[in-house]
């Protein structure tokens, strides 16, 4: 590779055309979410249940319900709480509808998670039991999250009085196992939805109850779900629903099952989970002049693909929906906060130092605008391999000849320079290729005869070493599997790339998943990568 200088590239930068546009997978505007996911007591995993800062954080990590208890205070206030009393929760006992709302506001309602958690009153501060009101006007701030309610006492009038005042019909459904309170909603409010809650109970009578009252779903304890009464319910043209399910290998069973809707404790893993299922096997649209160096996820709805010469935004069935020209030899990329973050080197690569010239730059992750280039000058092998955790970036690169070990260089969120770091891993041709931050390890795909792959623990201590290629691209996925790229020579024109989904495997560090799809395993058309 001939060498070239920065100062000599600022031409050419120039002359590449910013990229602009919308991205791909936006909510439409002012449109309510319809992912089902319904946050249990608001976002209760990382939040004292039943409280505004669980009911904000499940609004702020997109589930499109949050649930909430109610019940009635002695002077008359309609509270949140699902117990009579506040002795689970908090760090005294009140019952509820004994107590005045005043008396209520001095219990600490977050007592209890504290406990639970082990976290300080600095890192949870004391919580107050809020008023129905609060929440309805909190959720009322925004378009995309609604509130199901849930009475726990004969207050169904007083609520659908006090949602009809502030006009938040829109924002509100109900949800209970008392069929006459469900009932009295419909017949106030017959726009509020209902999800009326079922046990182990006679399902043909259920659907026929709910269809006399008109309620819109059935929400399934999780030990009566069967594949039959998911069938009849959708039959009858109910939704379906689940509560309360907090296991990840659980929400794959009733999601293969065909329910709709999950409760649970836990929303943001919950929707991280059922994006990851979204991604599946894909091919690169396109032919491309020289080989694919790396790929990530903005763990939604669209893959990138970095190319020696090339940055490109896909759906995740693979189709184009950006392409920027490379000004140089571009690497990995890493996804983090919106952006794109790809390692450059204008110069050599695995030479001794003073033959690279490493940056990383950022791109928009919606449009691939770009919007900064950062010096490395500490990668001195030149920067090939880049990833992010827990504010920290990691880029790795080349390595001269004989080096038995590789050097991982760290930066924090603004590339300042922290770090380097030494992986006792053994000679790898060229130093490192790939790399990512998932399922609480480093992974590093590296070129050779055969292809390496290492894992390091936080600390970057060695923790596995495999025979598997993942030279050219490597991504953690939100459900826990792993994106592995590919690339295909095509002889005489250029190069394809493609994915596929892999689990980790203690023994051969990753393991094809079978395509649902084909029904055909991917561990055969995982060709070695081109160096």
């Known amino acids: 590779m001939r060498m070239i200088t920065f100062s000599q590239i600022l031409a050419l930068v ?25 946050a249990h007591r608001g ?69 209890d998670f504290r406990r639970r958690h082990g976290t300080s009153r600095a890192q949870c501060p004391p919580h107050r039991m809020p008023m129905v009101e609060d929440v309805l006007r909190l959720v009322m701030t925004q378009h995309q999250t609604r509130v199901s309610i849930q009475p726990k006492t004969n207050c169904v009038s007083e609520v659908v009085a006090l949602v009809k005042q502030l006009g938040a019909e829109p924002w509100v459904g109900f949800n209970d196992g008392n069929v006459n309170y469900m009932a009295e909603v419909k017949r106030l409010a017959p726009s509020i939805p209902v999800f009326w809650d079922r046990g182990e109970s006679d399902i043909a009578a259920d659907i026929r109850i709910a269809k006399q009252h008109g309620f819109e779903a059935l929400v399934l304890n999780e030990r009566a779900v069967t594949p039959e009464k998911i069938a009849q319910l959708k039959q009858a043209g109910l939704g379906v629903g689940v509560w309360t399910v907090n296991d990840s290998s659980a929400w794959e069973r009733f999601l293969a099952m065909g329910v709709e809707r999950i409760y649970t404790d836990h929303p943001r893993q919950l929707l991280a989970f059922k994006a990851g299922r979204a991604f599946r096997d894909a091919a690169c649209e396109g032919v491309y002049k020289r080989h694919l160096q790396g790929i990530c996820t903005d763990g939604r709805g669209a893959i990138y693909w970095s190319w020696t010469d090339a940055l490109v935004k896909t759906d995740l069935q693979g189709r184009v929906l950006k392409h920027l020209p490379a000004v140089w030899h571009y690497g990995d990329l890493c996804f983090h906060d919106g952006k794109v973050f790809v390692a450059v080197n204008f110069r050599e690569f695995n030479k001794p130092e003073g033959h690279a010239d490493s940056w990383v730059f950022v791109y928009d992750g919606q449009s691939l605008a770009e919007l900064a280039w950062h010096p490395l000058r500490e990668v001195v092998h030149g920067a090939g391999g880049i990833a992010y955790h827990d504010g920290r970036f990691i880029v790795v690169g080349g390595l001269p000849p004989g080096v038995t070990r590789n050097y991982l260089y760290e930066y924090d969120e603004r590339f300042k320079f922290r770090k380097r770091h030494v992986l006792g891993s053994g000679y790898t041709l060229m130093g490192i290729q790939t ?14 005869n055969p292809q390496v792959l290492l894992r390091a623990d936080a600390a970057f201590r060695l ?62 058309k995982n060709p070695p990568a081109k160096q």
């Open 14 to 38: 120039i002359a590449v055309p910013a990229v602009v546009g919308a991205g791909a997978g936006a909510d439409s505007a002012g449109g309510f979410l319809h992912n089902g996911v319904t």
């Open 43 to 111: 976002n209760s995993g990382e939040c004292p249940e039943n409280t505004l800062a669980a009911f904000q954080s499940a609004i702020a990590a997109g589930a499109d319900w949050i649930e909430l208890d109610v019940f009635r205070t002695r002077d008359g206030k309609l509270v949140v709480s699902h117990d009579r009393t506040t002795w689970r929760v908090g760090d005294r006992s009140l019952v509820v509808p004994e107590s005045t709302y005043e008396q209520l506001r001095k219990v600490d309602v977050a007592s």
């Open 435 to 448: 790399a990512a931050w998932a399922n609480g390890s480093w992974w590093f795909g590296c070129y050779g």
């Open 463 to 524: 923790s596995g070493k495999w025979d598997f290629n993942a030279s050219v691209g490597i991504a953690g996925l939100p459900d826990g599997r792993f994106l592995i790229g590919q690339n295909t020579p095509v002889k005489g024109v250029g190069h394809k790339g493609s994915v596929f989904i892999a689990r980790e495997d203690n023994e051969k560090g990753m393991t094809p998943v079978i395509s649902v799809e084909s029904g055909v395993s991917v561990e055969a």
